[in-house]
C-alpha cells in the first residue's frame, strides 16, 4: 500500500477555490489524502466538488476562524478531533485573553491500517508574544502527550502548520528573529521536543541541507524575494522511516501564504 499525503495551509478554503487554487492542485497531484489547515469555514460553507474524497472536518467554534479538514481518497478506520479526554483532563485549558484553544478547530486524527494521522494548526504566538505562554507552557506538552499516546497503539504521521521554524536553515533571515513570534527559543524547544522522542522531520531526513520554505509573509515581496520560513512539516514515528520514500515541498502553487508540502510512505 502507497500513500500519497498532502498538507496545505490555505489561509481560507473559500479564499484559495474563489482563486481557483484548490483544484487544480488536486488535479495535478492527485493525493490520497489532503490535510487542510486554517479552514477559516465549517462544512458545507465552501463549495467543494470532490467526489473521491471524503471529507472531515474540526472547524473552530468562531466564525471565519482557525479550523482543519481531511480529504481523504483512503477510508479510515475512526477519526475524531481534538484531543482525547485522558490529555484534556490533564491541563487548565482556560485562557482568558483568546479563549479555550480547543474551541478553534485545531487537530482533526484518522486512523489507517498502519498508521495515525494527525493534522494540527498549532496556536500562534502573537506578535507581540501574548500566547508564547499558552504555546511552551500548555498547547506543546499537551500535544506531544497526545502522539505518545496514540503511538502505544500504532505509529503516528503528524502534519501541518506549527507557526515554528526549528534551526537557522529553516528561514531566511535567523539573526533578525531570534527573538520574534515563530522563532523564539520556546517556540523552537517545542520542535526539538518531539524529534527528543523519536519523530524524524521528514524533509529535513531526507534534504539535510536544502534551504527551502513554506510560508512567506505578503508585504515587501517576500515570496519572489524568496525570504521564507519553514514552519509546516510532516513527522512522522521513528519506526516509520523505512517506510518514507520520499517528502518535498510544492513552491510553485499558489492561492495561499503558504504552499503545500507532501510525504509518500508505502508498505
Same mark, same amino acid.
Given at each position: 500500500?502507497?500513500?500519497?499525503?498532502?498538507?496545505?495551509?490555505?489561509?481560507?478554503?473559500? %479564499?484559495?477555490?474563489?482563486?481557483?487554487?484548490?483544484?487544480?492542485?488536486?488535479?495535478?497531484?492527485?493525493?490520497?489524502?489532503? $490535510?487542510?489547515?486554517?479552514?477559516?469555514?465549517?462544512?458545507?460553507?465552501?463549495?467543494?466538488?470532490?467526489?473521491?474524497? =471524503? =471529507?472531515?472536518?474540526? %472547524?473552530?467554534?468562531?466564525?471565519?476562524?482557525?479550523?482543519?479538514?481531511?480529504?481523504?481518497?483512503?477510508?479510515?478506520?475512526?477519526?475524531?478531533?481534538?484531543?482525547?479526554?485522558?490529555?484534556?483532563?490533564?491541563?487548565?485549558?482556560? &485562557?482568558?485573553?483568546?479563549?479555550?484553544?480547543?474551541?478553534?478547530?485545531?487537530?482533526?486524527?484518522? =486512523?489507517?491500517?498502519?498508521?495515525?494521522?494527525?493534522?494540527?494548526?498549532?496556536?500562534?504566538?502573537?506578535?507581540?508574544?501574548?500566547?508564547?505562554?499558552?504555546?511552551?507552557?500548555?498547547?506543546?506538552?499537551?500535544?506531544?502527550?497526545?502522539?505518545?499516546?496514540?503511538?502505544?497503539?500504532?505509529?503516528?504521521?503528524? $502534519?501541518?502548520?506549527?507557526?515554528?521554524?526549528?534551526?537557522?536553515? &529553516?528561514?531566511?533571515?535567523?539573526?533578525?528573529?531570534?527573538?520574534?513570534?515563530?522563532?523564539?527559543?520556546?517556540?523552537?524547544?517545542?520542535?526539538?521536543?518531539?524529534?527528543?522522542?523519536?519523530?524524524?522531520?521528514?524533509?529535513?531526513?531526507?534534504?539535510?541541507? =536544502?534551504?527551502?520554505?513554506?510560508?512567506?509573509?505578503?508585504?515587501?515581496?517576500?515570496?519572489?524575494?524568496?525570504?521564507?520560513?519553514?514552519?509546516?512539516?510532516?513527522?512522522?514515528?521513528?519506526?516509520?522511516?523505512?517506510?518514507?520514500?520520499?517528502?518535498?515541498?510544492?513552491?510553485?502553487?499558489?492561492?495561499? &501564504?503558504?504552499?503545500?508540502?507532501?510525504?509518500?510512505?508505502?508498505?
Amino acid at each position: 500500500m502507497r500513500y500519497s499525503i498532502f498538507s496545505w495551509n490555505v489561509n481560507g478554503l473559500r %479564499s484559495v477555490i474563489r482563486k481557483n487554487a484548490l483544484k487544480p492542485f488536486i488535479s495535478a497531484e492527485q493525493p490520497d489524502i489532503l $490535510c487542510i489547515q486554517e479552514t477559516k469555514a465549517k462544512e458545507g460553507q465552501a463549495e467543494i466538488d470532490l467526489p473521491k474524497y =471524503e =471529507e472531515l472536518w474540526n %472547524s473552530a467554534h468562531r466564525p471565519g476562524y482557525s479550523g482543519t479538514a481531511i480529504f481523504t481518497k483512503v477510508k479510515p478506520i475512526a477519526a475524531w478531533s481534538g484531543f482525547t479526554d485522558d490529555v484534556n483532563i490533564r491541563h487548565a485549558w482556560a &485562557d482568558d485573553t483568546y479563549g479555550d484553544p480547543l474551541s478553534e478547530g485545531r487537530i482533526i486524527t484518522a =486512523e489507517y491500517e498502519h498508521f495515525y494521522l494527525v493534522n494540527v494548526y498549532t496556536p500562534n504566538s502573537k506578535r507581540d508574544l501574548s500566547r508564547l505562554g499558552l504555546r511552551e507552557k500548555l498547547w506543546d506538552p499537551a500535544f506531544l502527550e497526545y502522539l505518545q499516546e496514540l503511538e502505544k497503539t500504532k505509529p503516528v504521521v503528524v $502534519c501541518g502548520d506549527f507557526n515554528a521554524a526549528h534551526t537557522e536553515i &529553516d528561514l531566511a533571515r535567523p539573526k533578525e528573529n531570534e527573538l520574534n513570534a515563530g522563532y523564539t527559543k520556546e517556540e523552537r524547544q517545542g520542535i526539538n521536543n518531539l524529534i527528543a522522542a523519536d519523530f524524524i522531520d521528514t524533509f529535513r531526513f531526507k534534504h539535510p541541507d =536544502e534551504k527551502r520554505y513554506t510560508w512567506w509573509t505578503w508585504r515587501a515581496g517576500a515570496r519572489i524575494r524568496n525570504i521564507g520560513w519553514r514552519i509546516d512539516y510532516f513527522f512522522i514515528s521513528k519506526s516509520l522511516k523505512e517506510n518514507l520514500k520520499s517528502a518535498d515541498i510544492y513552491e510553485n502553487y499558489d492561492g495561499s &501564504d503558504h504552499c503545500p508540502i507532501s510525504i509518500t510512505l508505502e508498505f
